[in-house]
């Protein structure tokens, strides 16, 4: 069973950073999408970005493009999401995900996933 743990989220001031992770473990197989989603309250969960597991192409939403960076550490089962110039629409709950097989960057594609943490941008 593939467990995603998330860690590092917390409340910034606007054009802050943050640096988000996510330990993951139990994959069966070699051949996973694995990505960040963020959740605002009353909002749909939305794909911030995604890996494809075919080439290593990573997605960015187009509200995060230039602003965040995906970056995974393989020898440790690792991911990464690092935040910069974050704004206070990137507030939400963050989330990591992952799918068996390649998948398009939406949440209704993915089947396991973490316990989310809180980002929260606020002067």
């Known amino acids: 069973q593939v467990q995603l743990v998330e860690s590092g989220g917390g409340t910034v001031q606007p054009g802050g950073s943050l640096r988000l992770s996510c330990a993951a473990s139990?994959?069966?197989?070699?051949?996973?999408?694995i990505g960040w989603f963020r959740q605002a309250p009353d909002k749909e969960r939305e794909g911030v970005s995604c890996i494809s597991p075919d080439d290593g192409t990573i997605y960015y939403a187009d509200s995060v493009k230039g602003r965040f960076t995906f970056t995974r550490d393989t020898a440790n089962n690792t991911i990464y999401l690092q935040m910069n110039s974050l704004k206070p629409e990137d507030t939400a709950v963050y989330y990591c995900a992952a799918a068996v097989g390649e998948r398009l960057c939406w949440a209704l594609y993915f089947g396991s996933w973490g316990q989310g943490t809180q980002v929260t941008v606020s002067s």
């Open positions: 139990g994959f069966t197989r070699n051949y996973y999408t």
